[in-house]
């Protein structure tokens, strides 16, 4: 027995927290439109079926409920063995499928490695490992949208619908196997072709292997040959080298004694001019000293009127301070009178200011004081209010007793009793005598003086609010002036700190003169310093040519021994050149007698000779050993040639083989085992779907489910027998034809659970009504309908029918 228990939808479309219990038989889900009963079965298929979400919305966040990032689906179920188990798919992020079984009152959740495993271990539960995806069973047959719920039955290619019905069916395979066996033949027969070709082709190559096979033996002769004689050249060139090795280095040694001979001269001639030169700059280091002891006295005097004129120099610069210190005290001295003078006045115009604004406001205050006459005015307004509401009273008291007056005279004059509203027995036949008028005409009387009273009232009233604002605006005038007021104190505080700044201004400009002439009595200690800097600078300038030349003659004078003693220095280096010069002479000498250079050619002559044949020989061995090893070459492949053309002939025969095998099972086993599976198919789903057809159309049409699966209705029309096409059906007669195929079909591939999204679509009261107990019938077996087959059935339905069959109603969106 299979049977979903429970279904938890979070954040699905509608639902954002919805769990609903199910029975077992029929559940029909009820309730207006757009409260979610389809998406029930679109979770239901999205979970336990693995649909894809976007076989349901365009975009998988429709799936979601509007602003969610996140949803889930939980179905618990329960199967055969009695186990319970629970399935979990997450929407939206990372998807998760999750598989957890019921132990001890917990769910364990079962290891899978991939969704795969999932759903084959899920396809096993249900009863539906057949081979075919779940979620495809679901789509198809099980739990078909509303949308697709005709599907492929109204679907007008013959070849179309015959294959989605044999895909349903699963029996699709046998046809694709005997299209795709066309295929395969094809290939085989190729293959063959192709072989026998190969075969041939490669036969012509192996033909040449016994030539080939004797050249190299030829080759390798030839080779051996070559590499003696390669040997014999190489021992002739190794003694030539020798010798050319001895008559270079003789060669080298001349080159080298010659070449250091010739560096010698030309250093013997540096060293003469180098010595020269340092002699030149010993005689200028001489002179140098003479000049020295020369302008000795000149310099010295020179810098002691520096240094007098640098003292001065300061003193003048002190001088040029004091005197713009001076400049700036005196600037500081005018700007301290002209601010103390402007602050001054300042004050004296900020005091009359204030004293003038001081009797504007004294002025304006008295103006402000209230009439005692208004003042008393304004008082009575309280008082004219309480009267006014005592005189308005008092007249709608007076009004109310004049009207009921009225009526007591107008039921009098009926001989009605104005007080028991009842005729009156004590004035029966006799003429009413009046008793209200004069009670009446008093009351007008009243009302009138009541009258005057409130318009005197009103009047008064008037006048007195109008004393009580002309009081209000004194008070709002009175509160700004006290604001001025309080405005005006703050500045006339503020002009006291500003005269009292005045005493700090003049004690600045007091201590301001004070520094200034304590400046100018200093200036005095620098009269007479221009005179001085003049005749210090004419005396430095008197000496200026003797120190100028001391200084410029000071660094020969000073370099005067280190000259000397280099001089000397180079002088030995260059003696003992001119020794080292003899000595290479002799080496030269010696190195020309030993060295022959006609011996020296003819060595060298030899060896490029010998170089040249064995170049000669190592270019043949190696093109030889080339042709060998092409030849070498040439016979593996020749040789694994002959091997696979053994190889290609046993395929050959291989498929040769096979040829047969596929001509025979495609004429004698797969041309006709699809048509067979699909006679007896639609024969026997044509029976089951024709009495519950019966039962829901109430009428004599026979159902059949004809060739390529199109649906057709036969009945006795005019004593001849009539068929009709699904092109010929109305609506309701291929509604109610569809839904009983359905259900046949789910019987016959064994599937114990279904959904029906309103399958009364289209259907007469009448059909639906019959449909509702079609579904009973099925649900206890009835024979005459069909066998039981399913462990639970799921509708959504606005009809009533279906509540009088139903084993559970579950409303949604109360």
């Known amino acids: 027995m299979l049977l979903i228990e429970t279904i938890h939808l979070k954040n699905i479309k509608s639902h954002r927290d919805t769990t609903l219990s199910f029975s077992a038989g029929i559940n029909v889900l009820s309730g207006p439109n757009g409260v979610g009963k389809s998406t029930v079965f679109e979770a239901i298929g ?15 966040e429709r799936f979601l409920s509007i602003g969610a990032k996140r949803g889930e689906v939980s179905v618990t179920f329960r199967v055969d063995a009695g186990d319970t188990w629970r399935v979990t798919r997450t929407v939206g992020g990372g998807v998760k499928w999750l598989l957890a079984r019921e132990i001890a009152s917990e769910f364990e959740v079962e290891e899978h490695a991939n969704i795969r495993e999932t759903e084959a271990r899920l396809a096993e539960l249900l009863g539906l490992a057949n081979g075919r995806p779940l979620s495809e069973q679901f789509k198809l047959v099980i739990g078909p949208f509303q949308n697709d719920f005709l599907g492929p039955f109204v679907i007008k290619q013959a070849t179309k619908r015959q294959e989605a019905f044999d895909e349903t069916l699963g029996i699709d395979a046998w046809r694709k196997t005997y299209k795709g066996t066309s295929g395969l033949l094809s290939a085989v027969q190729h293959n063959i ?69 010739q560096e010698l001269d030309i250093r013997i001639q540096n060293g003469k001019d180098k010595v020269a ?50 400049a700036q005290l005196e600037k500081d001295s005018l700007a301290i009178g002209q601010r103390l003078e402007h602050e001054n006045n300042e004050v004296q115009k900020a005091g009359q200011e204030l004293d003038a604004e001081q009797q504007r406001l004294a002025a304006a205050r008295k103006e402000l004081q209230p009439d005692a006459a208004l003042v008393e005015t304004a008082a009575g307004l309280k008082t004219l209010r309480q009267e006014a509401e005592a005189l308005r009273t008092r007249r709608g008291l007076l009004t109310g007793r004049r009207v009921a007056l009225a009526e007591g005279q107008e039921k009098l004059a009926e001989g009605v009793c104005p007080f028991f509203a009842e005729p009156c027995r004590n004035i029966e036949g006799q003429q009413p005598r009046d008793v209200f008028s004069h009670k009446m005409t008093q009351l007008d009387a009243q009302v009138a003086e009541l009258d005057a009273r409130i318009e005197k009232n009103v009047q008064d009233s008037a006048t007195a609010e109008k004393a009580r604002q002309a009081l209000d605006a004194l008070k709002v005038r009175s509160a700004e002036l006290d604001k001025q007021q309080t405005q005006l104190e703050s500045r006339r505080q503020a002009n006291a700190g500003r005269a009292d700044g005045l005493a700090a201004l003049q004690e600045r400009q007091a201590k301001a003169v004070e520094s200034l002439e304590e400046r100018r009595k200093e200036r005095k200690a620098f009269d007479g310093l221009e005179e001085a800097l003049l005749r210090t600078e004419q005396e430095r300038a008197t000496y200026q040519t003797a120190r100028d030349s001391f200084y410029a003659h000071a660094k020969d004078a000073g370099e005067l021994d280190a000259r000397q003693k280099t001089l000397t220095r180079w002088q030995h280096a260059l003696d003992g050149l001119v020794e080292d010069r003899k000595a290479k002479l002799a080496e030269r000498d010696r190195c020309q007698k030993a060295y022959d250079p006609s011996q020296h050619q003819r060595t060298r002559q030899q060896k490029e000779q010998r170089v040249g044949e064995i170049a000669g020989l190592q270019q043949r061995i190696k093109g030889l050993e080339k042709d060998d090893e092409r030849l070498t070459a040439d016979i593996t492949r020749l040789k694994q040639l002959q091997k696979l053309i053994a190889e290609r002939l046993e395929q050959k025969k291989h498929y040769e083989e096979q040829e047969q095998l596929v001509k025979y099972l495609r004429n004698r086993v797969f041309r006709n085992v699809s048509n067979r599976l699909s006679e007896r198919f639609r024969e026997e789903i044509s029976q089951r779907a024709d009495r519950i057809y019966r039962t829901i159309a109430e009428g004599d049409e026979e159902l059949l489910w004809g060739d390529n699966y199109q649906v057709v209705l036969r009945d006795m029309a005019d004593g001849q027998l009539r068929e009709r096409t699904d092109d010929q059906l109305s609506g309701g007669q291929m509604m109610s034809a569809v839904v009983a195929l359905r259900l046949a079909l789910l019987q016959t591939i064994g599937a114990r659970v279904a959904f029906f999204d309103e399958p009364t679509s289209n259907l007469d009261a009448a059909r639906r009504e019959n449909l509702a107990h079609a579904f009973r019938a099925i649900d206890v077996g009835r024979e005459e309908v069909t066998e039981h087959w399913y462990d639970q059935l799921f509708l959504v339905s606005h009809d009533v029918a279906f509540t009088e069959i139903t084993d559970q109603m579950i409303p949604l969106g109360e």
């Not at 041939?200 to 080939?212: D, F, I, M």
């Not at 003193?315 to 004091?322: D, F, I, P, Q």
């Open 277 to 326: 030169t340092q002699r030149e700059t010993v005689d200028q280091a001489r002179a140098a000293v003479a000049t020295l002891e020369k302008c000795r006295a000149g310099k010295e005097s020179f810098e002691k009127a520096d240094a007098a004129l640098k003292s001065l120099r300061e003193k003048e610069r002190a001088s040029r301070s004091l005197e713009r210190h001076i």
């Open 46 to 60: 999205y979970a336990l079926f693995g649909v894809d979400a976007r076989d349901f919305v365009s975009n998988i």
């Open 193 to 261: 072709g192709l072989l026998v070709a190969e075969v041939e082709g490669k036969q012509e190559q192996v033909a040449v292997l016994p030539e080939r096979e004797q050249a190299l033996a030829d080759l390798k002769t030839e080779i051996s040959a070559q590499r003696r004689l390669l040997e014999e050249t190489t021992k002739q060139l190794e003694t030539t080298g020798r010798r050319l090795a001895e008559c270079e280095m003789q060669e080298e040694a001349l080159r080298m004694a010659t070449t250091a001979v």
